[in-house]
């Protein structure tokens, strides 16, 4: 077994296994370094069982909206073992298989830096290895969920993403903490897979609030429909847990407490830094590892460091992740060749992420909000639109609700941010991905025909909303 790749990448995530394709396709050879399973958190406790638990849910509330069809209770047995297929059982063999085919050497174990260009391994025998790098070692150890200083929480073993994506019983009362996407996400799939009381406390004044503020809106009304108990402006005070994994109380800062069966704690992400031996490095611990634009650590002496995925804290998002190791993949080879290649770099990422949060109704959003707009500066228009008023919306069903925006730079004539909050909007958003990173002028833009009867007509309307 070689001790000595081109380029060393520590975690097997999406973010990591595409550094090593694209370095290996570059002519480079590589190692791969993951502790638990190829494939990361997205394939195993984040975007695949969380997207496998909505389906039934967002299909269910297709159904409903149509007369003529009926659909009978969800069987959350039959959800949970798909959810335990599209995880492969929690076997990362197929993964693995697909690193070595790449080919670049898998190695099972604990990862960190010991210094310029070397990575120390603790094996899964507790053995140690060290690997060295010729050209770049590459963070790819992404993130673990925050769990805030809270009297009493810590304690309680709340469930985090980890523990509600692998559920394997749905909780009778279930507290939220948190009002962000994995909140929102997972109320609404262990409330539609069958918990009798979900109670979301958000600090906040609104759901989903780095998003425009109508989404959270929309889908605060869809998950009061559905009996989700969405408090705002709640803080939580102390946790109680007298048995581990027994009744829990949420005492809040005034009322009285909330009683449920279990807490889930979605209250952001913390980088996975923690014992990775950055100090080695010279560089501080606990900390995302800041990036330039072509994913190289700032501050390392001899430029040789990469860090992409959730652990630069740049876009805590899968299709973002790859992205930024395509991108850095390809710099580590070129540099490599000894060519400076100006133009890779990451420059979707300063346009603002696509994101789809897949709830009924999906918000999905592209670039900045009229906010962030004005924050930055730009001289802004909004355009507005209600989305059930599209013909082919309302053939999708009855009572289909959603609204879509369009912030437009008044100078350039280009779109800065779209977002569509409406049942089955997630498909929309690659057509605003493309006119917001490509600046397509609005009066190219008018030269897009939609189909009739889509809900992509949105455009059109959007468009006449605007002047054109
Ligand atoms: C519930 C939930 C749902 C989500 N849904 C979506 C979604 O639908 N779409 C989307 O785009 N994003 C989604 N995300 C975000 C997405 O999961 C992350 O952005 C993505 O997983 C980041 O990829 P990564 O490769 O950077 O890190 P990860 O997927 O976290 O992978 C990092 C890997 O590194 C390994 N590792 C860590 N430290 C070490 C070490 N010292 N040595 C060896 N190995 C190590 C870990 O074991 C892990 O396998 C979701 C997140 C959550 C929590
Ligand atoms: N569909 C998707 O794309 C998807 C799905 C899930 C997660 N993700 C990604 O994973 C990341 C993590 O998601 P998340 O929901 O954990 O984080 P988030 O940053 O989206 O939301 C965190 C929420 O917790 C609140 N909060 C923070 N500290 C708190 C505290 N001490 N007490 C109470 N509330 C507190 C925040 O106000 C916010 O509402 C996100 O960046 C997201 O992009 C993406």
């Known amino acids: 077994m070689a001790d000595e790749f081109d380029v060393i990448v520590i975690g097997a995530g999406p973010a990591g296994e595409n550094v090593v394709d694209r370095a290996v396709r570059g002519g480079l050879t590589a190692a791969i370094v993951e502790e638990r399973l190829a494939g990361g958190e997205c394939s195993y406790w984040a975007c695949v069982p ?16 149509v007369p003529g069809l009926s659909l009978g209770p969800i069987d959350a047995a039959k959800v949970l073992a798909r959810r335990d297929e599209a995880v492969s059982g929690y076997d990362d063999a197929g993964q693995v298989r697909w690193v ?11 990862g960190r830096l010991d210094g310029p260009k070397r990575v120390r391994v603790t094996t899964e025998t507790g053995e140690e290895r060290v690997l060295t790098a010729r050209q770049a070692v590459v963070l790819a150890t992404g993130s673990t969920a925050a769990i805030p200083r809270t009297p009493g929480l810590a304690e309680a073993s709340p469930w985090t993403s980890h523990e509600v994506t692998a559920a394997t019983a749905i909780p009778e009362r279930l507290v939220v903490i948190g009002g962000g996407v994995v909140a929102c996400e997972m109320a609404q799939a262990m ?17 989903l609030n780095r998003m425009e503020p109508f989404a959270g809106e929309l889908l605060a009304e869809s998950f009061a429909e559905a009996g989700i108990d969405v408090r ?8 109680e847990r007298p048995e581990p994994g027994g009744k829990v109380t949420v ?58 995925g959730d652990v630069n804290g740049r876009a805590l998002l899968t299709h973002m992740g790859k992205y930024q190791a395509r991108v850095c993949g390809d710099v580590i080879a070129a540099r490599a060749r000894g060519d400076e290649l100006p133009a890779m770099r990451d420059l979707a990422g300063g346009y603002g992420a696509p994101q789809v949060v897949f709830t009924d109704p999906q918000i999905c959003a592209v670039g900045r909000t009229e906010e962030a707009a004005r924050a930055d500066g730009f001289r802004v228009r909004v355009v507005d639109y209600d989305m059930g008023a599209v013909t082919g919306a309302y053939l999708l069903g009855d009572g289909y609700r959603g609204k879509a925006r369009a912030v437009v730079d008044e100078d350039r004539k280009v779109l800065l941010g779209v ?50």
């Open 232 to 239: 705002t402006n709640t803080d939580v005070a102390r946790v």
């Open 419 to 468: 977002t569509f909050a409406s049942p089955g909007a997630a498909e929309l958003l690659h057509a605003a991905t493309i006119a917001v990173t490509a600046e397509v002028p609005l009066d190219r833009l008018w030269h897009a025909v939609p189909s009739f009867p889509t809900v992509s007509e949105i455009w059109l309307r959007l468009l006449e909303a605007y002047g054109l």
């Open 251 to 308: 005492h809040l800062p005034e009322g009285p407490p909330l009683e449920a069966d279990e807490l889930l704690v979605a209250t952001g992400r913390h980088p996975a830094t923690r014992n990775l031996g950055l100090a080695s490095v010279g560089l501080p611990e606990d900390k995302p590892v800041e990036v330039d634009d072509s994913l190289r650590a700032t501050g390392v002496e001899g430029g040789w460091l990469y860090a992409v």
């Open 50 to 65: 969380s997207k496998a638990l909505l389906r039934p849910i967002d299909l269910a509330a297709e159904v409903s909206r």
């Open 100 to 110: 070595e085919s790449v080919p670049a050497e898998f190695v099972r174990g604990r």
């Open 191 to 207: 409330h539609g897979l069958g918990a009798r009381q979900t109670t979301v406390l958000v600090r906040g004044g609104r759901l």
